[in-house]
């Protein structure tokens, strides 16, 4: 069992950047696929990026490629999202998630399925003003 916790959610002007942290309780944090996913109010959640779990293999949403990166510390336990030229359309509650090594097994088709991850954090909000 993993428990995540988010951070580093917040308000920022068009064009400006943060970065979000996932905080993973747990030995077996190096054996998880970690992904971030987003919701933005009345829509779906959404894929945004996912690092396998020794970090060799990214995959990123069309929206966000370019602008934004994840990366993970397996030492510390944490999962990023350096979030660069933000928009007002990536306002939205930000997830971490932690699935299986099968999570990646099938590209990024796969590895962008919501049901492809077990745990789940609370989410961090991002506002981005215009």
């Known amino acids: 069992q993993v428990q995540l916790v988010e951070s580093g959610g917040g308000l920022v002007q068009a064009g400006g950047s943060l970065r979000l942290s996932c905080a993973a309780s747990?030995?077996?944090?190096?054996?998880?696929?970690m992904t971030w996913f987003r919701q933005a109010p009345g829509k779906e959640r959404e894929f945004v990026a996912g690092c396998s779990a020794s970090g060799g293999t990214t995959y990123y949403a069309d929206s966000v490629k370019g602008r934004f990166t994840i990366s993970r510390d397996n030492a510390k336990n944490t999962v990023y999202l350096q979030m660069n030229g933000l928009k007002s359309e990536d306002t939205a509650v930000y997830y971490c998630a932690a699935g299986a090594i099968t999570a990646f097994s099938g590209g990024r088709r796969r590895a962008s399925r919501p049901d492809m991850y077990d745990h789940w954090g609370q989410g961090t909000q991002v506002t981005v003003s215009s």
């Open positions: 747990g030995r077996t944090f190096s054996s998880y696929t």
